[in-house]
């Protein structure tokens, strides 16, 4: 299961998880910031990054890690530092790393104990968060992650009918989606119509609300996506020798959006 993917899609879309999920209040969301983050001139690129709108807020840097590796504590506290270095913030830090269960945990903190201890880094283990049915919507949807298939049956349908029930129309059918695509990967043997169809998600689909929901998010998509061909045909232009500002003028943007998308690798 491509859980990167998944993890990323989902704070990006619902970051008010990630702080529900740490101990948090659902409403701290509101003033961050979630992206991914490239630290030039290395081969690094930081998965998941809140980004603060203030000092006074600290970057929270999260990581999935769901396959032991003996060397994630030292590339992560590489990475941080890097980005601290190359970027000179004035906010605090903290590192939360989400692991499917403690038994993938096998790398040694011996060099960054001074963090675990302070709580500079928070490990989370979803198979220790307690029963899905108790648990908040969000967090629950990530537990889908890791049960087993018999498991996931249930608590998928508990799940799709505890969000259109819970969750506002506006959110519903993200939220929908990102555990259809959970299913997806869950039963690779099934085609994703057997799968709507299994937990009901075929029905639910026809009604208005949903409809409305879906249309709002299309239409928004086609918008996002002449915006990302706008950006990709900057390069090419400066190339041939148009000014930053006949490109903006040309692409109806802004000479700001211009100098950022020239300044991004290709």
Not at 173 to 198: A, D, G, H, N, R
């Amino acid at each position: 299961m491509k859980t990167d993917s998944i993890f990323y899609r989902l704070f990006q879309e619902f970051p008010d998880i990630f702080f529900e999920l740490i101990g948090n209040s659902p409403e701290t969301a509101a003033g961050y910031e979630f992206s991914s983050v490239e630290i030039k001139q290395t081969a690094f690129r930081i998965d998941g990054v809140f980004l603060p709108e203030t000092e006074e807020s600290p970057i929270y840097f999260a990581e999935v890690q769901f396959q032991p590796d003996s060397g994630i504590y030292s590339r992560l506290f590489t990475e941080v530092h890097l980005y601290l270095r190359q970027n000179q913030p004035e906010n605090d830090w903290f590192a939360v790393v989400i692991y499917p269960s403690r038994s993938i945990d096998t790398a040694k903190t011996t060099h960054y104990r001074e963090s675990f201890a302070n709580g500079r880094v928070t490990r989370i283990y979803l198979d220790e968060l307690g029963e899905t049915a108790s648990l908040p919507i969000g967090i629950a949807t990530i537990k889908l992650v890791i049960d087993n298939e018999d498991r996931a049956i249930q608590s998928a349908r508990e799940l799709i009918n505890r969000t259109s029930q819970e969750v506002d129309s506006g959110q519903q059918q993200k939220l929908l989606q990102i555990i259809e695509t959970i299913l997806v990967y869950k039963f690779p043997s099934m085609e994703i119509q057997e799968i709507q169809q299994m937990f009901g998600l075929s029905e639910l689909k026809q009604t208005r609300v949903y409809q409305q929901a879906f249309a709002e998010g299309e239409q928004k998509g086609k918008q996002e996506g002449r915006q990302e061909g706008k950006l990709l045909a900057i390069p090419p232009m400066l190339a041939a020798g148009l000014t930053v500002e006949q490109v903006a003028q040309a692409l109806g943007l802004t000479v700001d959006d211009v100098r950022q998308a020239a300044q991004q690798p290709q």
